[in-house]
């Protein structure tokens, strides 16, 4: 079992930036592969970002290049940067887990507002 919790939300004009923290705890963080999922109202979640145990990275192409995707293993963290922010990015952003002990599971975190308007 782990627990995770999201933070770093907020609302912020086409352009800007935030970074979004993932506070991770209940077990090893070091052995679980780490990603970013966002659903905005009546759309599916999608996926934005995934980092490996290994710190390999992995984004699609609508976010490629604004999107990067860290992890502090000391800290049981794991970061969200947002670039270049744009309308379409608004949704709320969720945190997951899966462990690579075990890949069929996942774990969620509660999610953090992502609101970017004039």
Do not use: H
């Given at each position: ?30 052995f ?23 710190g ?63």
């Amino acid at each position: 079992q782990v627990q995770l919790v999201e933070s770093g939300g907020g609302l912020v004009q086409p352009g800007g930036s935030l970074r979004l923290s993932c506070a991770a705890s209940g077990s090893i963080f070091r052995f679980y592969t780490m990603g970013w999922y966002r659903q905005a109202p009546g759309k599916q979640r999608e996926l934005v970002a995934t980092i490996t145990t290994g710190g390999n990275t992995n984004y699609p192409d609508s976010v490629k290049g604004r999107f990067t995707i860290s992890r502090d293993n000391a800290e049981n963290t794991v970061y969200l940067q947002i670039n270049s922010l744009k309308p379409e990015d608004t949704a709320v952003y969720y945190c997951s887990a899966s462990p690579s002990y075990n890949p069929g599971l996942r774990y969620w975190g509660q999610g953090t507002q992502v609101t970017v308007s004039s």
